[in-house]
């Protein structure tokens, strides 16, 4: 993907809502905590990057909602 159409992409993704799991990029997913605050913005971001065999950037806090939203988008 080159450089312009990066920035398409990733100006056109949706705002950060907790728990919802948004499509990036074909491989990559995004999930937002529901940790707002000073620090955070609207959230930590938390990455899965991959299909079948998943890898996580970035957990996040040990939030039950956001662990469960994890594993089920995994």
Do not use: W
Not at 1 to 16: G, L, N, W
Not at 17 to 31: C, D, M, N, S, T
Not at 39 to 47: K, M, W
């Amino acid at each position: 993907m080159d450089y312009y159409r990066a920035i398409q992409v990733m100006t056109s993704i949706k705002p950060m809502k907790a728990e919802e799991v948004v499509q990036i990029f074909p491989l990559v997913r995004r999930i937002t905590a529901g940790n707002a605050s000073v620090f955070a913005g609207p959230g930590t971001n938390t990455y899965l990057v991959g299909m079948d065999e998943v890898t996580v950037v970035d957990p996040g806090p040990a939030l039950d909602s956001h662990i469960e939203a994890i594993l089920g988008a995994s």
